[in-house]
């Protein structure tokens, strides 16, 4: 067993040197210049109208995916019978009508008082008043039943982005322990009322995920501008009445097109390596000022689209030592729902996934480079650095962390699983106006990319995810990264 053990390692060392070789030869047998432009030419036109999620241009193009991938002889992942995986989502529009009713004020929904989240309902109960609603507060407390009022954040605190994240917590607190609502006394001066007021209570489109939904007790929040309503609230116990009504719910789907090439060495076909990029955008919308309303999403994210269609393509060609799975996402733009979808409705046990390579862009302003973000934060930078280098490309890490631009894709959905990612990016080295005069703008049209840099790039991305389907040792976060315990969690039964 031992001995054959060793010489299936050297035979599959032996494997990786000969395809090192000829991975550029291989990689250049499938992608061709006009390949990588008429499908980018497809997938990022007028006729496509932007890609929104849900439209039914949007499913064209899922169509296009998986016929592709179809014909290429790309499988269906084992425990599916389509291409494509059904993503339910939910618009909410939240409740327009609401008062809430104490002795003789009355507060009025979307004007004194704004619903962060909750049911529905019609609630005549006491007030019961517990100062910041800290743990301590609502220890010995009687809530039951009753609506708890309570003063926004900490004290001390007058972050109001942490308030958020403290008015949780108390929610969770109050419906513990039987609270029909719960209301924060709005008194930031850090964001004023009459603007926090704009940025709650829109519609959202958010995940459907059926019966493990929980909306829970109304939480609101309440102008206290003046800074009256704490000694108002704790100096009796009131009888109170809240209304909150007029949600609407509308429920629809769209789809994440997925594709399988089995891998080649029986000892590391179990591992599956994700090559992933949304396929979704932003649709139609204000005309610019040529009067272009169509976003069409040609960086974002047509071509990183194309770059794992060709990966497809050629490994479905010359598959990999680990099995290949290519992921389209959808909805993206709506906030990563599509890749969240994924990995909480994973097709495959998600322990078996050892990386996402996501493929994703906003625009470029370096056509001698490409950037990865995430580069030195597993252990495939190498694999990385030599595809650039094989087509003249210099590879850079992250250059803007301040826009936190791992967060804002879908392989944080991974990496918050545990699951090592990466995203790869054309040559940017600032969010430059070069960037922003395209970045989700109606002139992000087609023709207005440089497709001799694209070839190169496309290449590169390829000749990446086979390096990385071939790596003799699985990629890893490094030590001491912020997502290495998730890591060691999620892999730990192996
Ligand atoms: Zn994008």
Redesign the pocket.
């Known amino acids: 067993m031992k001995a054959r053990l060793i010489l299936s390692t050297v035979f599959s060392f032996l494997l990786v040197g000969a395809f090192a070789q000829n991975t550029q030869a291989l990689v250049e047998e499938t992608v061709t210049h006009s390949g990588v432009q008429a499908k980018i030419e497809f997938l990022a036109s007028d006729e496509l109208r932007g890609r929104d999620t849900p439209s039914p241009e949007q499913n064209i193009a899922a169509k296009y995916l998986a016929t592709r991938m179809k014909e290429w002889g790309v499988k269906m992942a084992p425990s599916m019978d389509d291409y494509r995986q059904q993503v339910n989502f939910k618009n909410v529009t939240p409740p327009s009508d609401g008062t809430f009713v104490v002795k003789d004020s009355s507060y009025v929904l979307g004007e004194d008082i704004l619903l962060l989240d909750g049911t529905s309902g019609n609630f005549e109960a006491k007030v019961v008043f517990l100062d910041y609603g800290s743990e301590e507060d609502f220890a010995d407390a009687k809530v039951d039943g009753k609506i708890v009022v309570v003063r926004l954040g900490a004290k001390g605190e007058p972050n109001v982005r942490k308030a958020f994240g403290a008015g949780r917590e108390k929610k969770k607190r109050a419906a513990e322990k039987g609270a029909l609502a719960l209301i924060e006394l709005y008194t930031s001066t850090q964001i004023s009322w009459k603007i926090i007021k704009n940025y709650i209570g829109g519609p959202s489109i958010s995940l459907d995920m059926g019966e493990e939904e929980e909306e829970g007790i109304p939480h609101l929040w309440l102008d206290d501008s003046y800074n009256t309503g704490s000694k108002f609230f704790a100096e009796k116990s009131r009888k109170a009445q809240l209304n909150i009504g007029g949600e609407t719910i509308d429920r629809f789907s769209a789809y994440n097109v997925i594709g399988m090439v089995e891998g080649t060495n029986p000892e590391l076909k179990d591992e599956i390596v994700v090559y992933s990029a949304?396929y979704d955008h932003v649709g139609v919308g204000q005309p610019d000022a040529d009067g272009d309303t169509i976003y069409n999403g040609t960086r974002?994210?047509g071509i990183?689209s194309i770059t794992v269609l060709e990966a497809a393509h050629n490994i479905a060609k010359y598959p990999l030592e680990r099995t290949s799975m290519f992921i389209f996402f959808t909805g993206?733009?709506k906030g990563l729902l599509g890749s969240e979808w994924f990995v909480e409705h994973p097709v495959v046990p998600l322990e078996s996934i050892v990386m996402c390579f996501n493929s994703?862009?906003?625009g470029y302003n370096d056509t001698t480079i490409t950037t990865i973000i995430g580069l030195e934060r597993t252990t495939a930078t190498e694999a990385f650095v030599t595809a650039g280098e094989t087509y003249g490309l210099g590879t850079i890490p992250d250059q803007m962390p301040d826009q936190n631009l791992f967060d804002r894709?879908d392989q944080v959905s991974f990496a918050r699983k545990g699951i090592p990612a990466v995203m790869y990016t054309m040559g940017v080295t600032a969010f430059d106006d070069q960037v922003l005069e395209f970045y989700h703008q109606a002139g992000d049209n087609p023709d207005s990319v440089d497709y001799d840099y694209l070839f190169k790039f496309t290449k590169a991305y390829v000749h990446a995810c086979r390096l990385v389907g071939n790596m003799a040792e699985r990629p890893y976060w490094t030590e001491g990264d912020k997502y290495f315990e998730a890591g060691e969690e999620l892999y730990k039964t192996q």
Do not use: F, L, V
Request: zero cysteines.
């Open positions: 949304h974002d994210n990183g993206e733009e994703d862009n906003a894709s």
